[in-house]
């Protein structure tokens, strides 16, 4: 069983960066798909990015701004993101399976969420 843990999540200031970290046990993240989604209050869970052993995927929202890297030794995945913006004001939810995807429905494995409010 796959237990993921979102944090650094808060408040960051429009054009600012921050830098979340999801921190998997009970699997490997070097062998695993993982990815990041969003979720705006009253709207659907959205892909924001994602990261296997081969590829990389980023939602064109995103792209040009934020990014996603793993740390095979910490067993965490990171999203920084940089220029952020107020529509990038949500919860943050990292999510795990073996095969990449940018459907929800494609994940099993998801951890708690980190709340993320971009101030102007």
């Known amino acids: 069983q796959v237990q993921l843990a979102e944090s650094g999540g808060g408040l960051v200031q429009v054009g600012g960066s921050l830098k979340l970290s999801c921190a998997a046990s009970g699997g490997t993240v070097s062998s695993l798909a993982v990815s990041w989604f969003r979720q705006a209050p009253g709207k659907e869970r959205k892909f924001v990015a994602a990261?296997?052993?081969?590829?990389?995927w980023l939602a064109d929202s995103v792209k040009g701004r934020f990014t996603i890297s793993r740390d095979n030794a910490k067993n965490t995945v990171y999203l920084q993101m940089s220029r952020v913006k107020p529509e990038d004001t949500a919860v943050y939810y990292c999510?795990?399976?073996?095969?990449?995807?940018?459907?929800?429905?494609?994940?099993?494995?998801w951890g708690q969420g980190t709340q993320v409010t971009v101030s102007s």
């Open positions: 999510a795990a399976d073996a095969v990449m995807s940018d459907e929800a429905a494609g994940y099993d494995y």
């Open positions: 990261l296997s052993s081969r590829d990389t």
